[in-house]
């Protein structure tokens, strides 16, 4: 019993040593472990009230601190500015008046066409490609047709001669 009591105090010093070292205070750091070792109790910081809405009756003035009121911001103030400021806006979109022709709205389709740009550009190379290439078709068996043609017609022009 008294060896977990003794490991428990231990475990309790390198807990209180890392917390110090995380926080960066060296001081509080060595002083825990001496306090540890001579088991002494330290004296421990009491935190300072400080009440906004409440003035306590039993506490003496010296064991709390008065914190000023909050100053509220003047919102008429605060709203003539801004009257006075969208006033002014307005009277220099009056002197720039926008172009009602050029703030005509998009076609309802305008991102269909956006997204499907890049994929009809690739179609088009294709069907230009593949359109191409039935010409190239149609002229090679045109021109092997007169090939042909003119073949047939010199066998038949040779052998009418021959008769």
Known sequence: MADALSEAAKRKERLKAMRAAATGDEAAADSEPKRAKDDEPAAVEEPV???????????SEEEY??????EVPDVAKIAQERIE???????VN?????????????????DLKRDCAKKLQRLEKRTQRAI???????LQKSDE?????????????????SE
């Open 49 to 59: 009230l400080k009440f906004r809405n409440y003035k306590p009756t039993s506490l």
């Open 65 to 70: 601190v008065t914190v000023a009121p909050a």
């Open 85 to 91: 400021s969208d006033v002014l806006e307005s009277v």
């Open 94 to 110: 009056k002197a720039n008046p926008l172009d009602v022709d050029n703030l005509a709205p998009r076609k309802i389709d305008w």
């Open 132 to 138: 191409a290439e039935m010409i190239r078709e149609r």
């Open 145 to 161: 047709r007169l090939d042909t043609v003119d073949d047939q017609s010199a066998a038949n022009a040779g052998g009418s001669d």
